[in-house]
């Protein structure tokens, strides 16, 4: 979810409470205009020496984002928390590309998986888990968390929780000068392995300058940009 200024916008992710249409990016509301909030800056905020992060919440956009509850643009270098139990919502945590190094992603289901730049660990909590994230040793990992509510009659769901390697990630190249990633959901032909129970799209896009990208929006579906 972030994209960086000069000749080559880098990183740029959409993310969506409903997954997009297949076959292209036209909104599909119904004709109705689609209502845009005001730019929010995403607040800094400091955990530790080994672990920052920039955060967009729900309550900044009066109700325009559900079922997202939260955005993290993060750096960790140490663990953030120990282990912890959480329930009730999903979760998907995105090593950037560029970032110089993964995480660790543990949980009490199992899982003890390397998540590794260009991939993602993804979690639906439901009637609750116990997980946690630790950056390898030495080195830095930046990503984006996103957390997304779940519908009241998925909330009491058997937790589980997926990693998806960076050469899963299905990707849409319809010219040199643009290319998008489906981390969650379906861009024209390129379709996530991975799903989450709520409707919900994560894409990320790298465009040259003159490039655009319209996004399906479905009536009464909320979602994000974050540049």
Same mark, same amino acid.
């Given at each position: 979810c &972030?994209?960086?200024?000069?000749?080559? /916008? &880098?990183w740029e992710s959409l993310v969506s409470g409903r997954p997009f249409a297949d076959g292209g990016f036209i909104?599909?509301?119904?004709? @109705?205009?689609? #209502? $845009?909030?005001?730019?929010?800056?995403?607040? &800094?905020k400091v955990h530790s020496d080994g672990f920052s992060f920039f955060n967009l919440n729900e309550r900044f956009f009066g109700g325009m984002i559900d079922p997202i509850l939260n955005l993290d643009h993060f750096r960790m270098s140490e663990r953030p928390f120990?282990?912890?139990?959480?329930?009730? $919502?999903?979760?998907?945590?995105?090593?950037?590309? #560029?970032?110089r190094g993964g995480f660790l992603a543990r949980d009490?289901?199992?899982?003890?998986a390397q998540v590794l730049p260009g991939g993602l660990y993804g979690l639906v909590s439901?009637?609750?888990?116990?997980?946690?994230?630790?950056?390898?040793?030495?080195?830095a990992c930046e990503g984006i968390h996103v957390s997304v509510n779940l519908l009241g009659k998925d909330k009491k769901l058997p937790p589980r929780s997926f990693v998806v390697e960076p050469g899963q990630v299905r990707e /849409?190249?319809?010219?040199?000068?643009?290319?998008g990633r489906a981390l969650i959901g379906r861009i024209a032909?390129?379709? #996530?392995?991975?799903s989450l129970p709520s409707p919900f799209s994560f894409f990320e896009f790298? @465009?040259?300058?003159?490039? #655009?990208?319209?996004?399906?929006?479905? !009536?009464? !579906?909320?979602?994000?940009?974050?540049?």
């Open positions: &972030r994209m960086a200024g000069g000749g080559t /916008w &880098r909104p599909q509301n119904g004709g @109705m205009p689609l #209502s $845009f909030s005001p730019i929010i800056t995403a607040r &800094r120990p282990p912890r139990p959480i329930a009730g $919502f999903s979760a998907i945590t995105a090593v950037l590309q #560029s970032s009490h289901l199992g899982l003890n439901g009637s609750g888990m116990i997980a946690e994230e630790i950056p390898n040793a030495g080195e /849409w190249k319809p010219n040199p000068q643009l290319r032909g390129a379709e #996530s392995p991975v790298e @465009m040259k300058p003159k490039m #655009s990208v319209t996004p399906r929006v479905l !009536s009464k !579906s909320g979602g994000m940009v974050y540049l």
